[in-house]
């Protein structure tokens, strides 16, 4: 599956929680645990980050494991993206792949998912996310490129600049499929985006003894048998787009 852009947005200028993709995590930076969790889209990922003069330790990183970057503009994540798979051969066909670096918990099967649902070419966008029952921090959207670019050439406005696929169905007519998680596991927050979301990323993967290989229903498990895990970040509120 050749053509596939995987592309995560990646900044060391988070204001909750400064410099989090580069937090200790089973011993290394929270940018690599996560893309150890995606080891068969290696080839296929590119590490969109910021072009501020702040992102050189995830520039050293992804050097050090041999995955591709681009530098774009902080906070028009839209043109960043745009340009990144440009940059990279993009055609109208090409399956772009978007997953943002505060999520170290997602999974590679769920994400396989979702491509494998956008490359058969019967819909336009595919995701999974909490609005479908998942856990927030498994978020996974693909779309196609020809899409990507329309609404970076036709979106103005700061928030649709900001957040790539907000205003994608203001400027398309598109179809859409939606995978469910069946129950709703959207109360679990695994996202990391404040102090206690790294104090309870953590706790999980003391659970899983630092291994980075266990599978979402093992995920899902843990936390409804392990309630104290969830309970150290459910007060945090997500923040609004």
Same mark, same amino acid.
């Given at each position: 599956?050749?053509?596939?852009?995987?592309?995560?947005?990646?900044?060391?200028?988070?204001?909750?929680?400064?410099?989090?993709?580069?937090?200790?995590?089973?011993?290394?930076?929270?940018?690599?645990?996560?893309?150890?969790?995606?080891?068969?889209?290696?080839?296929?990922?590119?590490?969109?980050?910021?072009?501020?003069?702040?992102?050189?330790?995830?520039?050293?990183?992804?050097?050090?494991?041999?995955?591709?970057?681009?530098?774009?503009?902080?906070?028009?994540?839209?043109?960043?993206?745009?340009?990144?798979?440009?940059?990279?051969?993009?055609?109208?066909?090409?399956?772009?792949?978007?997953?943002?670096?505060?999520?170290?918990?997602?999974?590679?099967?769920?994400?396989?998912?979702?491509?494998?649902?956008?490359?058969?070419?019967?819909?336009?966008?595919?995701?999974?996310?909490?609005?479908?029952? +998942?856990?927030?921090? *498994?978020?996974?959207?693909? /779309? @196609?490129?020809?899409? !990507?670019?329309? %609404?970076?050439?036709?979106?103005?406005?700061?928030?649709?600049?900001?957040?790539?696929?907000?205003?994608?169905?203001?400027?398309?007519?598109?179809?859409?499929?939606?995978?469910?998680?069946?129950?709703?596991?959207?109360?679990?927050?695994?996202?990391?985006?404040?102090?206690?979301?790294?104090?309870?990323?953590?706790?999980? +993967?003391?659970?899983? *003894?630092?291994?980075?290989? /266990? @599978?979402?229903?093992? !995920?899902?498990? %843990?936390?409804?048998?392990?309630?104290?895990?969830?309970?150290?970040?459910?007060?945090?509120?997500?923040?609004?787009?």
């Amino acid at each position: 599956m050749s053509d596939v852009l995987v592309i995560i947005q990646a900044r060391m200028t988070s204001t909750r929680l400064p410099a989090k993709v580069m937090l200790p995590l089973c011993g290394k930076p929270v940018l690599q645990v996560m893309l150890e969790r995606l080891p068969s889209w290696h080839k296929h990922i590119i590490i969109a980050t910021t072009n501020d003069g702040t992102e050189q330790p995830i520039l050293d990183l992804c050097a050090q494991l041999n995955i591709k970057t681009y530098q774009g503009d902080t906070h028009d994540v839209l043109s960043r993206y745009y340009l990144a798979a440009k940059h990279y051969g993009a055609k109208p066909s090409t399956t772009i792949v978007r997953l943002t670096s505060d999520c170290p918990l997602i999974d590679e099967a769920l994400c396989t998912q979702v491509i494998n649902e956008r490359t058969s070419q019967n819909y336009d966008m595919v995701n999974l996310g909490p609005h479908s029952g +998942y856990p927030r921090g *498994l978020d996974c959207c693909a /779309f @196609s490129f020809k899409l !990507l670019e329309n %609404t970076y050439l036709k979106a103005t406005s700061p928030a649709d600049r900001e957040h790539v696929t907000l205003g994608m169905a203001k400027f398309n007519t598109i179809t859409t499929h939606t995978f469910s998680a069946h129950e709703d596991y959207s109360h679990f927050r695994l996202t990391l985006d404040e102090p206690d979301d790294y104090k309870a990323i953590t706790a999980v +993967y003391d659970h899983f *003894l630092n291994k980075v290989d /266990f @599978s979402y229903n093992d !995920l899902i498990k %843990t936390l409804k048998e392990n309630p104290y895990l969830t309970d150290i970040n459910k007060h945090v509120e997500q923040k609004s787009t």
